[in-house]
Structures are given as structure tokens and as C-alpha cells.
């Protein structure tokens, strides 16, 4: 030890603070998996060691409803957040799985756009209330779950969010209205977030036994390309079981077709993070 360093007090290290990626999970259409997607991969992240926020920013509440948290429990709302009264922290709510934190929905939430229509800022009060949260260094996923439309929720969602993640229902329309999606997308990078990235492409529902499935999903990989993940979540009666319990599948039923494949989606995705960090840094 030399003399400089021995001079120097002992500070403690501080903690390393995790990166941040904030993921709005988004597809105008409906009933494509956007919601199966939040609660499953969140959980799923939760599992090999991320810690995960997922924002339940739809008025249907189907995430909050998924995951078991009753009503009486949601004390502090994404309603009061978009008011800005309170802070991501204050709603953030303990599930069941430790790593896995649930800001609730408020059927409010749908009157929000008249509710701010003459405030200023009112696209960029997510991605305020995400700046406040990206200091704290507690979470390393935030997954924000959309309503089926291009509204102002949804908005917020990809200005606050780094990059959208597109589940995608393995059917026959399945590129249908992407097209007005990506318009969006391509639209919030013009003005409100010009540094939005497409995260990933997540084929959903995927039939083994339909021949269409197989069609439609190389059609998807031959439009997108690598941003279309390996992984494929599967057509799988426990996933739609789960969320009448109130559980993520991966704990209703962690041996099911459904469960693997959204663990392997979550190695997947963490992989790709990891690859994406590592060539930005070069
Ligand atoms: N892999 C799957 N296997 C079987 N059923 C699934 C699967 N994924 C989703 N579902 C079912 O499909 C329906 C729609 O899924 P989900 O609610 O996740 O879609 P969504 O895009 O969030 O819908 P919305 O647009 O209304 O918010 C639900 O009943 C859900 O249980
Ligand atoms: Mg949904």
C-alpha cells in the first residue's frame, strides 16, 4: 500500500446502481397476449434474479387483477402517479414472487385523457415519474403493460419507456395494424422520445398442431427479422387458467409448456440486453 492510498479514508463502496431498462409492452389490437406477456415474462425475470416493476397502465386491470392483488389492497394507483401526487415507489406493491413489484391499475385511468387534456407535459408524466424511479437503482426491468389502443396511455408508455416489446398473436392477421404501430412508434421518436428502440417481436399463442401457426410465424420472421425473439409462447390452457387464481403460470403450474417457454423467453431476453449493452459500450 502506498502512502496516498493509506492516507485516504476508508469510504464503503457504494452499491453498484442496476442499468435500467424500461420496456412498454404494446399492440394496439387486442387480446394479442400484451398482458399474459407482462405478468409472465415479469415474473419469469424475477426468477433468474432481475428485479422487475410491471406497471399495470391499463384501466381494464387485468395485470393487477392476474396477480392477485384485490382491489382493498390497491392503496396508491398509476391514477394518482399520472396526477402526479405520488411516485412510482409509493405504488409499487409486493407480490407473491420476491423481485416482482405491481403498480396497480384504477378503472380512472380511461378518463385520464379529458382528465389532462389542457395540461402541459401530460405525454411525458410516465417518463416522470420513470426519471424519479431510474435514481432509486431498485429495479433492472420496469415492463409497462398497454391498453389495446393508441391512446394516451399508451403514449406515455413509449416516451417514457426505452423500447417497446410487441407480443404478437400467432394468427392469420397477425401483421395486420402493425403498420399503424409502427407509425406510432416511428411518430414518438419524431417528437416526444427520439431515442425509442423495438426491444423484441414475441410470437404468442402458437399452435403446434396448426400448420397456419408455422406459416404466419416465418412470415413474421421474414418481416422483422432478428427482432423477432427464438423463443415462442405456445397455445397453452394452463397460461389462460392462471389468472382466474391470481397467479403468474409459472408458479399455478411451473412444469407446463407455458411456463418454460416464458423462463426461456426471459433468458432470451436478458441475453439479448446483455449483447446489446455489451456493442453500445464498444
Ligand atoms: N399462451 C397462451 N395460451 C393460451 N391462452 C392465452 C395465451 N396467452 C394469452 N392467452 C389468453 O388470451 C386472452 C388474451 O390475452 P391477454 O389478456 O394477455 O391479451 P391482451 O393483449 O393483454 O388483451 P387486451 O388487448 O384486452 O389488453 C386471455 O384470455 C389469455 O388468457
Ligand atoms: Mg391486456
Redesign the pocket.
Known amino acids: 500500500m502506498d502512502a496516498d492510498t493509506a492516507a485516504r479514508p476508508a469510504v464503503a463502496p457504494e452499491p453498484a446502481r442496476k442499468p435500467l431498462r424500461v420496456l412498454a409492452i404494446a ?1 394496439q389490437k ?8 407482462a405478468i409472465n415474462l415479469g415474473t419469469a425475470l424475477a426468477a433468474v434474479g432481475e428485479s422487475v416493476l410491471l406497471i399495470d397502465s ?1 384501466p ?1 386491470g ?1 395485470a393487477s387483477t392476474g396477480l392477485g392483488i384485490a382491489r382493498s389492497a390497491r392503496k396508491v394507483t398509476m391514477y394518482e402517479v399520472y396526477m402526479g401526487e405520488k411516485t412510482l415507489e409509493q405504488a409499487a406493491i409486493q407480490t407473491v414472487l420476491p423481485g416482482l413489484d405491481l403498480a396497480a391499475s384504477d378503472p380512472d385511468l380511461s378518463g385520464l385523457e379529458m382528465e389532462l387534456a389542457a395540461s402541459p407535459r401530460r405525454s411525458y408524466r410516465l417518463r416522470d415519474a420513470l426519471s424519479a424511479l431510474r435514481n432509486t437503482g431498485k429495479y433492472s426491468y420496469v415492463l409497462i403493460d398497454c ?2 389502443s393508441l391512446n394516451l396511455l399508451t403514449v406515455n408508455a413509449m416516451t417514457g419507456a426505452d423500447a417497446v416489446f410487441v ?1 404478437l398473436q400467432t394468427e392469420f392477421f397477425a401483421l395486420e395494424g402493425l403498420t399503424q404501430l409502427m407509425r406510432t412508434i416511428e411518430l414518438v421518436r419524431g417528437s416526444l422520445n427520439p431515442a425509442l428502440e423495438i426491444q423484441g417481436v414475441v410470437l ?2 402458437y399452435d403446434r398442431r396448426n400448420s397456419l401457426s408455422e406459416q404466419v410465424a416465418r412470415d413474421v420472421r421474414q418481416h422483422f427479422g432478428d427482432t423477432v425473439y427464438d423463443t415462442v ?5 394452463r ?2 387458467e392462471a ?1 382466474s387464481y391470481g397467479k403468474p403460470v409459472l408458479i399455478y403450474d411451473l412444469k407446463c409448456a ?1 411456463s418454460q417457454a416464458y423462463l426461456q423467453l426471459a433468458r432470451e431476453v436478458v441475453r439479448r440486453e446483455r449483447d446489446r449493452r455489451a456493442s453500445k459500450s464498444k
Request: proline letters at 19%; hydrophobic letters at 20%.
Open positions: 399492440n387486442g387480446g394479442v397476449g400484451k398482458t399474459t406477456t391499463d381494464q387485468n391498453p389495446p407480443p404468442t399463442m409462447i405456445p397455445r397453452n390452457v397460461v389462460s389468472p407455458g
